[in-house]
């Protein structure tokens, strides 16, 4: 047979296969029987492989892995990936739907409602309608790039199909296993010798996260898409109109979504759902609503970590009987004394629970509870174990005793204090209590502080067990010959660490502030700080009144900020910082009152070629900026990089003024 004829042959094979695929898994009407189906894709494969200079990267047979990989690489999502913010009452979600309608400014408005999948987020990138990179959320702005795991997933095509499919397009959704494939797996493992998986969600973890793509292709994985991140091509302006858009370039979506108004109905999908949870053949752990206008979730924007147009509105947790063995206290990185019940393990909600919050004394008082009583364990949004009530009536007295909360520090001996009106009791030993000191100098070395690179966890505790560190400013005096022979540790690591050491030293003040771990001072907070002071002699000396007229600090936070800086082993260990080299760069050309951008509130979209959005944004922020996450009538400025979208189009509606990544660098440069 000819080249060209076996070529074209290959192609009406996969062509065939697709359609197959997509009938399956997307339609969920499959056409044929799997035997035909397996027929098929063999004769293309022995094609493939008499002929393998015909075999496309698309292939269908390409779902059985690639090579191994040594380790993930690391990718920059363009767009952050957000996480969701959770109620747990039907009180909770009708306030979140009143907000989202007093912003649309009219009486009622649509809802995407979909189950929320136990699994984990990926963006998957097709470009010209060819799968080329899948990561994973990681941390929203740094995932692992796992592609060739990806394409091994069944119902997820390698080649988009239908008209109109964008030149550039992110998918974001959630990679999960079925039961059925999860039981079936577990049961070739137990027959294999080999240790099982807890639950489906793990098993999905695992699989995903496998260095041997042709592993993970045995695994029964499978996609479901929740939204888009960018696209350079035309959308819907509906989210559930954009899942029928998906479906149609064949991507799987959830049957159970549903496009809703009125809070009546919108209520009854959760319960819907929630009868339904046990029928599903994968894993859910709530309903998740969204805003369905386009515009409006623009309008809505996000706070630092989720969106304002959507949350997760999580089942009833899953509860258990078990015993308070113990009860422990822990020290937190600000001193919170926080007690600890130790439980008999007692599987709950897919997971064994040996552990659980008591949360502070006053949860201890209301609970009644001592040690040795039996308990009603909660997985509290099925993820944070919680002790919900105490069965009193199956208390022995002789088997129990009472819980005694400590007079002083559990850890250093230091005084304990509580604050008026606050909960939490806490140690006032600081970074000479051994547990805050880790917790402190851990902070400090984060990728947000000082992004010391080799300071990890691990390698604080050995530092502070060893004595050689007693607070941060002693890092800065370590050397080869004091680290070297620590374990993990060689000549190689240790002359690297203390490179990075020095590296460090030069930071921005808003850095330098949210390094020290003062409480309730967040970055966006030590950003406000240090845009406002400009100088830590000032903040050192800055009232608590004065402190509340910084932006986004009220009387509380205030109160952290003075006390902090009248601690005085605070201020020697501040001073030690920069005697030993801390320092940030200091604007002497700008006017004492004000910085060049104070005042002005940017909205950046797109993506841009010689720096990430988030370094743009910590520029902009630098010079005194507001960054905002939407467009308002109140924003000055609109940086448009490539795909801009929506806001784009909003910005030029309103007649804000728009400037490019050229234009943005000279404005940096200015």
């Given at each position: 047979?000819?080249n060209?004829?076996?070529?074209?042959?290959?192609?009406?094979?996969s062509?065939?296969?697709?359609?197959?695929?997509?009938?399956?898994?997307?339609?969920?009407?499959?056409?044929?029987?799997d035997?035909e189906?397996?027929?098929?894709?063999?004769d293309?494969?022995?094609?493939?492989?008499?002929?393998?200079?015909?075999?496309?990267?698309?292939?269908?047979?390409?779902?059985?892995?690639?090579?191994?990989?040594?380790?993930?690489?690391?990718?920059?999502?363009?767009?952050?990936?957000?996480?969701?913010?959770?109620?747990?009452?039907?009180?909770?979600?009708?306030?979140?739907?009143?907000?989202?309608?007093?912003?649309?400014?009219?009486?009622?408005?649509?809802?995407?409602?979909?189950?929320?999948?136990?699994?984990?987020?990926?963006?998957?990138?097709?470009?010209?309608?060819?799968?080329?990179?899948?990561?994973?959320?990681?941390?929203?702005?740094?995932?692992?790039?796992?592609?060739?795991?990806?394409?091994?997933?069944?119902?997820?095509?390698?080649?988009?199909?239908?008209?109109?499919?964008?030149?550039?397009?992110?998918?974001?959704?959630?990679?999960?296993?079925?039961?059925?494939?999860f039981?079936?797996?577990?049961?070739?493992?137990?027959?294999?010798?080999e240790?099982?998986?807890?639950?489906?969600?793990?098993?999905?973890?695992?699989?995903?996260?496998?260095?041997?793509?042709k592993?993970t292709?045995?695994?029964?994985?499978?996609?479901?898409?929740?939204?888009?991140?960018?696209?350079?091509?035309q959308?819907?302006?509906?989210?559930?109109k954009?899942?029928?858009?998906?479906?149609?370039?064949?991507l799987?979506?959830?049957?159970?979504?549903?496009?809703?108004s009125?809070?009546?109905?919108?209520?009854?999908?959760?319960?819907?759902?929630?009868?339904?949870?046990?029928?599903?053949d994968?894993?859910?752990?709530?309903?998740?609503?969204?805003?369905?206008?386009?515009?409006?979730?623009?309008?809505?924007?996000?706070?630092?970590?989720?969106?304002?147009?959507?949350?997760?509105?999580?089942?009833?947790?899953?509860?258990?009987?078990?015993?308070?063995?113990?009860?422990?206290?822990?020290?937190?990185?600000?001193?919170?004394?926080?007690p600890?019940?130790?439980?008999?393990?007692?599987?709950?909600?897919?997971?064994?629970?040996?552990?659980?919050?008591?949360?502070?004394?006053?949860?201890?008082?209301r609970?009644?509870?001592?040690?040795?009583?039996?308990?009603?364990?909660?997985?509290?949004?099925?993820?944070?174990?919680?002790?919900?009530?105490?069965?009193?009536?199956?208390?022995?007295?002789?088997?129990?005793?009472?819980?005694?909360?400590?007079?002083?520090?559990?850890?250093?001996?230091?005084?304990?204090?509580?604050?008026?009106?606050?909960?939490?009791?806490?140690?006032?030993?600081?970074?000479?209590?051994l547990?805050?000191?880790?917790?402190?100098?851990?902070?400090?070395?984060?990728?947000?502080a000082?992004?010391?690179d080799?300071l990890?966890?691990?390698?604080?505790?050995?530092?502070?067990?060893?004595?050689?560190?007693?607070?941060?400013?002693?890092?800065?005096?370590?050397?080869?010959?004091q680290?070297?022979?620590?374990?993990?540790?060689?000549?190689?690591?240790?002359?690297?660490?203390?490179?990075?050491?020095?590296?460090?030293?030069?930071?921005?003040?808003?850095?330098?502030?949210?390094?020290?771990?003062?409480?309730?001072?967040?970055?966006?907070?030590?950003?406000?700080?240090a845009?406002?002071?400009?100088?830590?002699?000032?903040i050192?000396?800055?009232?608590v009144?004065?402190?509340q007229?910084v932006?986004?600090?009220?009387?509380?936070?205030?109160?952290?900020?003075y006390?902090?800086?009248?601690?005085?082993?605070?201020?020697?260990?501040?001073?030690?910082?920069?005697?030993?080299?801390?320092h940030?760069?200091v604007?002497?050309?700008?006017?004492?009152?004000?910085?060049p951008?104070?005042?002005?509130?940017?909205?950046?979209?797109?993506?841009?070629?010689?720096m990430?959005?988030?370094?743009?944004?910590?520029?902009?922020?630098?010079?005194?900026?507001?960054?905002?996450?939407?467009?308002?009538?109140?924003?000055?400025?609109?940086?448009?990089?490539?795909?801009?979208?929506?806001?784009?189009?909003?910005?030029?509606?309103?007649?804000?003024?728009?400037?490019?990544?050229?234009?943005?660098?000279?404005?940096?440069?200015?």
């Open positions: 047979m000819p060209q004829m076996i070529k074209q042959k290959i192609i009406e094979l062509n065939i296969l697709g359609e197959y695929n997509y009938q399956y898994f997307v339609l969920d009407t499959p056409s044929v029987p035997a189906y397996d027929r098929i894709f063999n293309l494969l022995q094609l493939e492989n008499a002929h393998p200079s015909l075999r496309s990267v698309n292939s269908p047979t390409q779902k059985v892995g690639g090579s191994v990989l040594g380790k993930f690489a690391q990718l920059i999502h363009k767009k952050p990936m957000l996480s969701l913010d959770n109620v747990f009452e039907t009180k909770a979600l009708k306030s979140f739907m009143d907000r989202a309608i007093d912003k649309a400014e009219c009486s009622s408005i649509a809802f995407c409602i979909e189950p929320k999948l136990d699994g984990l987020a990926a963006s998957i990138i097709y470009e010209n309608g060819i799968l080329i990179q899948a990561g994973t959320r990681g941390d929203g702005h740094t995932g692992e790039n796992i592609t060739e795991n990806v394409k091994t997933i069944k119902n997820l095509p390698l080649k988009l199909r239908g008209e109109n499919i964008p030149d550039y397009l992110e998918v974001r959704g959630e990679v999960f296993m079925n039961k059925t494939g039981n079936q797996l577990n049961k070739k493992l137990l027959d294999a010798g240790k099982t998986f807890v639950n489906p969600r793990n098993a999905a973890a695992g699989s995903l996260r496998l260095l041997d793509a592993i292709a045995k695994r029964p994985l499978r996609f479901y898409c929740y939204g888009v991140g960018i696209c350079d091509g959308l819907e302006n509906s989210h559930f954009r899942f029928e858009q998906l479906k149609q370039w064949g799987p979506v959830s049957c159970e979504v549903k496009l809703l009125g809070s009546e109905a919108c209520l009854d999908q959760y319960q819907t759902i929630e009868q339904k949870r046990a029928q599903l994968y894993d859910i752990d709530g309903v998740v609503y969204k805003v369905d206008d386009i515009v409006l979730q623009e309008k809505l924007g996000y706070v630092s970590r989720a969106p304002r147009w959507a949350t997760a509105y999580k089942f009833r947790a899953e509860e258990a009987v078990t015993i308070v063995d113990n009860v422990v206290f822990q020290v937190g990185r600000t001193g919170a004394i926080t600890v019940a130790k439980l008999k393990p007692v599987f709950v909600g897919g997971v064994t629970v040996s552990k659980a919050t008591l949360h502070n004394l006053d949860e201890i008082n609970l009644g509870i001592l040690i040795g009583d039996s308990v009603v364990v909660r997985r509290a949004g099925d993820v944070i174990p919680q002790i919900a009530s105490v069965l009193v009536d199956k208390r022995h007295l002789n088997k129990t005793k009472q819980i005694i909360f400590p007079l002083k520090c559990p850890v250093c001996d230091s005084a304990l204090e509580r604050i008026e009106q606050e909960a939490t009791i806490r140690c006032l030993g600081g970074v000479f209590c547990a805050q000191r880790k917790e402190a100098i851990k902070h400090f070395a984060s990728r947000k000082l992004n010391i080799g990890g966890n691990k390698l604080v505790e050995l530092l502070v067990d060893h004595e050689l560190i007693k607070d941060p400013a002693q890092l800065f005096e370590l050397t080869v010959r680290i070297v022979n620590l374990p993990g540790m060689g000549k190689v690591s240790a002359n690297n660490l203390i490179h990075s050491l020095q590296h460090s030293k030069r930071i921005t003040l808003a850095r330098f502030l949210y390094s020290l771990g003062i409480r309730e001072v967040g970055e966006a907070t030590a950003n406000n700080l845009n406002y002071y400009k100088d830590i002699e000032k050192k000396s800055a009232s009144e004065d402190l007229s932006s986004d600090i009220g009387k509380i936070v205030a109160k952290h900020i006390c902090f800086f009248n601690q005085e082993t605070n201020l020697a260990m501040i001073d030690h910082l920069i005697s030993l080299g801390i940030w760069p604007i002497n050309s700008i006017v004492e009152s004000e910085l951008l104070s005042e002005k509130t940017f909205v950046i979209t797109g993506t841009f070629s010689g990430t959005r988030n370094a743009i944004k910590d520029k902009l922020q630098r010079l005194g900026a507001k960054v905002a996450g939407s467009i308002s009538k109140k924003t000055d400025m609109l940086i448009a990089g490539e795909a801009a979208g929506s806001k784009l189009i909003k910005a030029q509606d309103l007649g804000i003024e728009i400037i490019d990544e050229q234009a943005l660098l000279k404005l940096l440069n200015k």
